[in-house]
T-cell receptor, first 111, second 116 residues
Framework: GQQVMQIPQYQHVQEGEDFTTYCNSS?????IQWYKQRPGGHPVFLIQ?????EVKKQKRLTFQFGEAKKNSSLHITATQTTDVGTYFC???????????FGSGTKLNVKP | DGGITQSPKYLFRKEGQNVTLSCEQN?????MYWYRQDPGQGLRLIYY???????QKGDIAEGYSVSREKKESFPLTVTSAQKNPTAFYLC???????????????FGEGSWLTVV
């Protein structure tokens, strides 16, 4: 069954608006990773979160890992057309090196 | 340059045929993975291998087979038993997480398989 749920499935925003995607796991994760897949491309690693309550920033992107290590979010401030793509979370349980990917959130940014 | 090479990029298969997708990596990674991605959907794990000569089924292994005879190679065979094989197939690899950042997953460019 689905191990990691991700919402929303799609998000259409006007350039300059903010965007957030959420991932939720039914079980505690040892870590969570985020990937971006541009249209027609392959997923590319963005970041990994390991610690409970961890927050990391990459320019306009803010990543959070929940206190219970079951949920995570990616927030983009003031979106740009270059942010277009599908964002995936991937959770690892028990450090077994097997990853459960969320279904992805497809972001479209209108100029 | 180091990376993961998948071939072919596009493949057409007739119903009833087996086809094999190639995946080669020169990153010296221990673990390799095959994911299937349907249009507008997420990634589903087909098979994965943590070490040479060993592999495990993922969530949707039925109709697929793999081998891991060499560290750098992890070919995927889509058999005729796979009833709906048209999809985008992604091969990936990582170091197995023993080092900081070691379990970052690197993906190949992908292979598009279409049944005609």
């Amino acid at each position: 069954g689905q191990q990691v749920m991700q919402i929303p499935q799609y998000q259409h925003v006007q350039e300059g608006e903010d965007f957030t995607t959420y991932c939720n796991s039914s079980t505690t994760l040892s870590n969570i990773q985020w990937y971006k897949q541009r249209p027609g491309g392959h997923p590319v690693f963005l970041i990994q979160l390991v610690k409970s309550g961890e927050v990391k920033k990459q320019k306009r992107l803010t990543f959070q890992f929940g206190e219970a290590k079951k949920n995570s979010s990616l927030h983009i401030t003031a979106t740009q057309t270059t942010d277009v793509g599908t964002y995936f979370c991937a959770g690892e349980r028990n450090n077994f090196n097997k990853f459960y990917f969320g279904s992805g959130t497809k972001l479209n940014v209108k100029p | 340059d180091g990376g993961i090479t998948q071939s072919p990029k596009y493949l057409f298969r007739k119903e009833g045929q087996n086809v094999t997708l190639s995946c080669e990596q020169n990153l010296n990674h221990d673990a390799m993975y095959w994911y299937r991605q349907d249009p507008g959907q997420g990634l589903r794990l087909i098979y994965y291998s943590q070490i040479v000569n060993d592999f495990q089924k993922g969530d949707i292994a039925e109709g697929y087979s793999v081998s891991r005879e060499k560290k750098e190679s992890f070919p995927l065979t889509v058999t005729s038993a796979q009833k709906n094989p048209t999809a985008f197939y992604l091969c990936a690899s990582n170091l197995s997480g023993t080092k900081l950042g070691g379990n970052t997953i690197y993906f190949g460019e992908g292979s598009w398989l279409t049944v005609v």
